[in-house]
């Protein structure tokens, strides 16, 4: 299975500022995701980052809070803009790999919005 | 509406003491089901995935069944270590690469 790494793993923000988030991957991914899991609650898919398109957002989610990139196959950011204390959250990258379609998930970045 | 469900929420054990959760599923379709380890402050870890009605796997002390409506992920003898948020996932009837994901049951082993 692929290896995910993110930056940073966790930050502490002051409201009104933004964060970008990096995720790498070891190995060439077709499709990458982005998802949100708030204190005590599940995961949420925020969007799909394809390389060469632009990410497509889930409902709830714009493009104006969440700028995604994905430059290459191994490669996204996802940015939180304009921060609010309701944007605390882990927020998770994932790929999809194997013939079984099996997404495989980053070590999370906790963030804090003070 | 695709839907996905856990329970318990929550579920203590004693070391030893076997037990069952449970994942249901609304979705037309079903092109998989997976199961999901999450611990504290990481991100989910993968552990099976079930494709048909009466498909089983197995991983140490955790084996995964899969009906028509629902799948059991079964804990035999669980360690301490065991403890964790376990949640399972489907894809979208619109989507095969979008999952929706349970709220998870969070798993405590007592030594």
């Known amino acids: 299975s692929a290896v995910i790494s993110q930056k940073p793993s966790r930050d502490i923000c002051q409201r009104g500022t933004s964060l970008t988030i990096q995720c790498q991957v070891d190995?060439?991914?077709?499709?990458m995701f982005w998802y949100r899991q708030q204190p005590g609650q599940s995961l949420t898919l925020i969007a799909t980052a394809n390389q060469g398109s632009e990410a497509t957002y889930e409902s709830g989610f714009v493009i104006d809070k969440f700028p995604i990139s994905r430059p290459n196959l191994t490669f996204s950011t996802l940015t939180v803009s304009n921060m609010s204390p309701e944007d605390s959250s882990i927020y998770l990258c994932s790929v999809e790999q194997g013939a079984q379609e099996t997404q495989y998930f980053g070590p999370g970045t906790r963030l804090l919005v003070l | 509406e695709d839907q996905v469900t856990q329970s318990p929420e929550a579920l203590r054990l004693q070391e030893g003491e076997s037990s069952s959760l449970n994942c249901s599923y609304t979705?037309?379709?079903?092109?998989?089901l997976f199961w999901y380890r999450q611990d504290p402050g990481k991100g989910p870890e993968f552990l099976f995935t079930l494709y048909s009605a009466g498909e089983e796997k197995e991983k140490e002390r955790l084996k995964a069944t899969l009906t028509k409506k629902e799948s059991f992920l079964h804990i035999t003898a669980p360690k301490p270590e065991d403890s964790a948020t376990y949640l399972c996932a489907v894809p979208r009837m619109d989507s095969s690469y979008k999952l929706i994901f349970g709220s998870g049951t969070r798993l405590l082993v007592r030594p």
């Open positions: 979705v037309s379709g079903l092109r998989g």
């Open positions: 190995s060439q991914v077709t499709m």
